[in-house]
Nanobody, 123 residues
Framework: QVHLVESGGGLVQAGGSLRLSCAAS????????VGWFRQAPGKEREFAAA????????NYADSLKGRFTISRDNAKDAVYLHMNSLKPEDTAVYYC????????????????WGQGTQVTVSS
């Protein structure tokens, strides 16, 4: 069982940056790929980024490439989402999720989910 806790969300102006963190509370990310997803009001949850257990492979939603970067520190059991040049359309609840095996862009592939952290980008 892996309990995920996201942090780092908040209110930021357009063009600003945030770093979201995902921690494995009471467990470990060892052997798990981790993904970040987001859900805006009235919209379906969508894939943002994912990273392999080793950190040597990652993937991004096409619309986020160049602005978002996913990274992980396995010594700290933490995964990060660095978000730059934020836009109002990035406003959403951001979730981290974990799965065994390789990363996936599909939310259905992930077993464990955090409660989410709100990111609001003002114009």
């Amino acid at each position: 069982q892996v309990h995920l806790v996201e942090s780092g969300g908040g209110l930021v102006q357009a063009g600003g940056s945030l770093r979201l963190s995902c921690a494995a509370s009471g467990g470990t990310f060892r052997g798990f790929a981790v993904g970040w997803f987001r859900q805006a009001p009235g919209k379906e949850r969508e894939f943002a980024a994912a990273i392999s257990w080793s950190g040597d492979s990652d993937n991004y939603a096409d619309s986020l490439k160049g602005r978002f970067t996913i990274s992980r520190d396995n010594a700290k059991d933490a995964v990060y989402l660095h978000m730059n040049s934020l836009k109002p359309e990035d406003t959403a609840v951001y979730y981290c999720a974990a799965k065994t095996g390789y990363w996936s862009g599909s939310a259905h592939a992930y077993t464990y989910w955090g409660q989410g952290t709100q990111v609001t980008v003002s114009s």
